[in-house]
């Protein structure tokens, strides 16, 4: 069980890597200032998460 700390992943954050890589969503050749737009979501969907773990409830991912 291990946190990923918002400082690691912005080390971690390549935007060409990203881009390459056909990552939705497809706006990484603005380069790192999309970094903003995952840090915020990302914080988002780690609160979600922790919600449904402290109530004990189940998550259904479905990526098309």
Known sequence: NRKLLKSEL????NPE???A???YPDVWE???E??????FY???????F????????AML???T
């Not at 912005?10 to 954050?13: E, L, Q, T, Y």
């Not at 990302?42 to 979600?48: A, D, G, M, S, T």
């Not at 922790?50 to 409830?57: L, R």
């Open 10 to 13: 912005r080390s971690r954050f």
């Open 17 to 19: 890597l990203l881009s």
């Open 21 to 23: 890589t056909n990552i």
């Open 30 to 32: 603005r380069g790192a």
């Open 34 to 39: 999309e970094l903003d737009y995952l840090m």
């Open 42 to 48: 990302y914080v988002q969907l780690v609160k979600f």
């Open 50 to 57: 922790q919600a449904a773990a402290e109530n004990n409830e």
């Open 61 to 63: 991912i479905y990526i």
